[in-house]
């Protein structure tokens, strides 16, 4: 059996305002904090001489690699989301950036914001754009009903309420 797999699908370019200057901020604290204070490290370590058998050289070496990769993603990834704000036409229909109260069929109420796909977080009800509950959930209004096929099978939940309020 093969180890390859097909690339995955490119998530939608959308961010909110906040998604967008928590990435800005992580930018500038990696360019400006981060990675000098390891090159500092590294610098110090390789002056200890023989760097095959320098486990501080070997560690910082790793760390600054990982630094420059994440750098390289969020320069990309700067350059090609589009930070997608204000109210739509229609702020009773569910779109990019809305908070919508959701009930299942036993009456469990859940609570999700709409966001971009580089700030989700399920702990705070962050859900991707590009997810199944999300793209069900687009246009949709209060009152109505939405089928999502989940991992664990399809659910029906009912849209309780729609609202833009950060």
Same mark, same amino acid.
């Not at 961010?15 to 490290?41: C, Q, S, Y």
């Not at 109210?87 to 569910?94: F, G, Q, T």
């Not at 991707?128 to 089928?147: I, N, Q, T, W, Y």
């Given at each position: %059996?093969?180890?390859? !797999? ?10 909110? &305002?906040?998604? /967008? ?7 500038? /604290?990696?360019?400006?904090? !981060? ?9 110090? @370590?390789?002056?200890?001489?023989? #760097? ?12 600054? #690699?990982?630094?420059? @990769? !994440?750098?390289?993603?969020?320069? %990309? ?5 589009? *930070? ?9 229909? *569910? =779109? =990019?950036? $809305?908070? +919508? ?11 999700? #914001?709409?966001?971009? &796909?580089?700030?989700?977080?399920? $702990? ?9 509950? $999300? !793209?069900?959930?687009?246009?949709? @209004?209060?009152?109505?009903? +939405?089928? +999502? ?7 029906? =939940? ?9």
């Amino acid at each position: %059996m093969s180890r390859w !797999r097909p690339p995955s699908e490119k998530s939608s370019p959308y961010i909110t &305002a906040e998604g /967008h200057a928590r990435l800005k901020g992580e930018f500038e /604290h990696l360019w400006r904090e !981060r990675r000098p204070e390891v090159v500092r490290a590294l610098s110090a @370590a390789a002056a200890e001489g023989d #760097r095959s058998e320098n486990a501080e050289y070997q560690y910082r070496k790793k760390e600054l #690699r990982e630094i420059d @990769a !994440r750098l390289k993603y969020l320069t %990309m990834r700067l350059d090609e989301v589009k *930070v997608a704000g204000g109210r739509p036409a229609d702020p009773s229909r *569910v =779109f =990019f950036g $809305a908070w +919508v109260d959701v009930a299942d069929p036993d009456g469990e109420e859940r609570r999700y #914001r709409i966001v971009g &796909a580089d700030e989700t977080d399920a $702990a705070e009800g962050r859900i991707s754009v590009d997810s199944p509950m $999300a !793209r069900a959930l687009l246009g949709k @209004a209060g009152g109505e009903v +939405v089928r +999502v096929r989940l991992p664990g099978g399809e659910a029906e =939940f009912e849209v309780l309420s729609v609202s833009y309020i950060d």
